[in-house]
């Protein structure tokens, strides 16, 4: 069993930056790929992006990458969302994932383990 808590502050301005972290318990930490996914209401959960078990890989969606970067923290099992230039739409509920793959696929199904979400608001 893995457990996932994301946290961070939630309101951020328009055009500013998000910085969420996600704790993970339960496992040894470098044997999981760990992503970020994003869901509004009413829409299918977006994959925002992940990083691989080693550290060497990172694997964004092609409409945030750019102003994604997506880390990880082998001594405190911690993982990182950074985001910039953030818009409105850019408001959804964050998630953070696990798996045991190696690499950090995009489907959700690739994902054994899931953080409860947090709420992030972009205002204008």
């Known amino acids: 069993q893995v457990n996932l808590v994301e946290s961070g502050r939630g309101l951020v301005q328009a055009g500013g930056s998000l910085r969420l972290s996600c704790a993970a318990s339960?496992?040894?930490?470098?044997?999981?790929?760990m992503g970020w996914y994003r869901q509004v209401l009413g829409k299918e959960r977006e994959f925002v992006g992940g990083v691989s078990r080693s550290g060497a890989y990172t694997n964004y969606a092609d409409s945030l990458k750019g102003r994604t970067v997506i880390s990880r923290d082998y001594t405190n099992n911690l993982v990182y969302l950074q985001m910039s230039n953030l818009e409105p739409e850019d408001t959804a509920i964050h998630y953070c994932a696990a798996s045991y793959s190696s690499y950090p696929d995009r489907p959700a199904t690739a994902y054994r383990f899931w953080g409860p979400g947090i709420q992030v608001t972009v205002s204008s």
């Open positions: 339960g496992t040894s930490f470098s044997a999981l790929a």
